[in-house]
């Protein structure tokens, strides 16, 4: 899927949709023993961004984005998600707000596989309405076609390509229009054109939504297109971090 160069992202105001504030993560290893794995970490993403994390395996990435994506508190610090503080909230408003601020992309695409592909992009839509729903019917439709799937919106995702399960994957975590999609190796376990069309898509929707995304690599070609690349190391980002595409 080639992606068209003269693409502009619509211009968007800097409003920040994640912001991290002296974020430490530690883990106890027995009674008397903590190892902290996070040591202060502070980063803002404003809405519309496309930034790649990198960084060698053990240095923290998917620790901070667990704490990111609120499904992990941190020990200190404070992660504000669309300007609220979440280490004010308790967990029904951590799950309230996981569930309609963020979309999550991960290696394993996690599609339950005896349900088809529309059924799986319906899933967390159901919290609010069943599967014979039409509206949601119709958005899990749409969001198929947005990934170019709306063919095989009926077929079961065990019989799908990696590649498209991927793509169903990408469906389901925009269904609630999340601000900002989190994707933990998304392209890991795919060929690389297969990986090259995912990355495209991801993209195309966040230059045309303003969606803001996250993207955890060991790439460094898909991470070169992406805004700007942060780099973890033992637990603290490694800064600054250039400005990469127009
Ligand atoms: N529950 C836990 N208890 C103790 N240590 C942990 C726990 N979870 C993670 N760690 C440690 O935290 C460090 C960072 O792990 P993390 O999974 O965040 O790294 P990563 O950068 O995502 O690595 P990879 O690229 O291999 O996925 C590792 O040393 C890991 O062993």
Redesign the pocket.
């Given at each position: 899927m080639a992606e068209d160069p003269t693409a502009k992202r619509a211009v968007l105001p800097r409003v920040p949709v994640m912001e991290l504030k002296g974020i430490r993560r530690s883990?106890?290893?027995g009674k008397k023993s903590q190892?902290e794995?996070l040591h202060g970490i502070d980063l803002v993403l404003h809405r519309g961004e496309f930034l790649a994390l990198m960084?060698?395996?053990?240095?923290?990435?998917?620790?901070?984005?667990?704490i990111v994506g609120l499904l992990d508190r941190p020990t200190a610090g404070e992660v504000f998600i669309n300007g609220e503080d979440t280490s004010k909230l308790g967990d029904a408003d951590i799950t309230r707000l996981r569930g309609h601020a963020i979309g999550f992309v991960f290696q394993e695409h996690h599609l339950l596989s005896a349900f088809t592909a529309a059924e799986n992009v319906m899933l967390p839509m159901v919290v609010d309405h069943d599967f014979s729903s039409p509206a949601i019917i119709a958005r899990a439709r749409a969001l198929l076609g947005q990934v170019g799937l709306d063919h095989v919106a009926d077929h079961k995702s065990m019989n799908m390509s990696g590649g498209e399960q991927q793509r169903v994957a990408i469906a389901r975590a925009l269904a609630m229009r999340p601000a900002l999609v989190l994707a933990?190796?998304p392209t890991g376990n795919l060929d690389s054109e297969a990986a090259d069309n995912v990355l495209t898509l991801m993209r195309q929707i966040n230059r045309d939504s303003g969606t803001s995304f996250l993207i955890?690599t060991?790439n460094l070609e898909l991470a070169k297109r992406c805004d700007r690349i942060i780099d973890?190391a033992d637990?603290r980002l490694v800064m600054p971090t250039e400005h990469l595409e127009p």
């Open positions: 883990y106890r290893l190892i794995i960084g060698p395996s053990g240095s923290g990435k998917s620790t901070l984005l667990n933990d190796e955890v060991h973890v637990g």
